[in-house]
């Protein structure tokens, strides 16, 4: 299997201007999460979702939007793009549910520059 | 809520020396998991290790080791026999227990650059 997939892997965008960063998972995984990754700050979760039709806020969900239509995706939009939102974004997914660990499976990441 | 720290932003390692990565982290529960993720330079994200906080004995993974101390919340990343393939950022991180609501997401650290010196 595939695992986590992300396109694109590199985007520059125009301040203003929106797009969707895909993420995809062969897994069947139920969680999903979107992570964004600056310089000196660790990486920060944007959006996550526990199931398809289920999504919540992070620590950083301000200009972006999520959904879960399907198990498998979880896009990530960004409605007006600002240049503060230059940053490495990754998406991660695990199984859910039950006391049992279960790895995060990240995927290889997005670099987005917003001119 | 709860809170990673790497107060280290760089360490420097001889090749084939051993180097010991810090970390301590904020919790109200009794029952977490931790984690230390490599970063290469190709970007993308590993585990190397996890520690599950109900277990006494410190995981183990080949060369990477940890010494878990849960009263003093602190959860350090041992590299032994260091190689250049080491020389990458790594990040420790928090899970919640699943009876929280919150075992979907992790917490970083703001990571730590290790260089491997040959």
């Known amino acids: 299997n595939a695992g986590v997939t992300q396109t694109p892997k590199f985007q520059v965008l125009k301040t203003g201007q929106s797009m969707t960063l895909q993420c995809a998972q062969d897994m069947n995984h139920e969680y999903m999460s979107w992570y964004r990754q600056d310089p000196g700050m660790g990486l920060r979760l944007i959006h996550y979702s526990v199931g398809a039709g289920i999504t919540d806020q992070g620590e950083v969900p301000n200009g972006y939007n999520v959904s879960r239509s399907t198990t498998e995706d979880f896009p990530l939009r960004l409605l007006s793009a600002a240049p503060s939102q230059t940053s490495v974004y990754f998406c991660?997914?695990?199984?859910?549910?039950?006391?049992?660990?279960?790895?995060?499976?990240f995927g290889p990441g997005t670099r987005l520059t917003v001119l | 809520a709860q809170t990673v720290t790497q107060s280290q932003p760089e360490m420097s390692v001889q090749e084939a020396e051993t180097v010991t990565l810090s970390c301590t982290y904020d919790t109200s529960e009794s029952d977490y998991y931790l984690f230390w993720y490599k970063q290469p330079p190709s970007r993308q994200m590993i585990l190397v290790i996890r520690q599950e906080a109900y277990k006494q004995q410190n995981a183990t993974e080949n060369r990477f080791s940890v010494n878990f101390q849960k009263a003093a919340k602190s959860f350090s990343l041992k590299i032994s026999d260091s190689q250049l393939g080491d020389a990458a950022m790594y990040f420790c991180a928090y899970r919640a227990p699943y009876y929280t609501g919150a075992n979907s997401k992790l917490t970083f650290g703001k990571g730590i650059t290790l260089s491997v010196r040959p």
């Open positions: 991660a997914s695990s199984y859910g549910s039950g006391a049992n660990y279960n790895e995060q499976f």
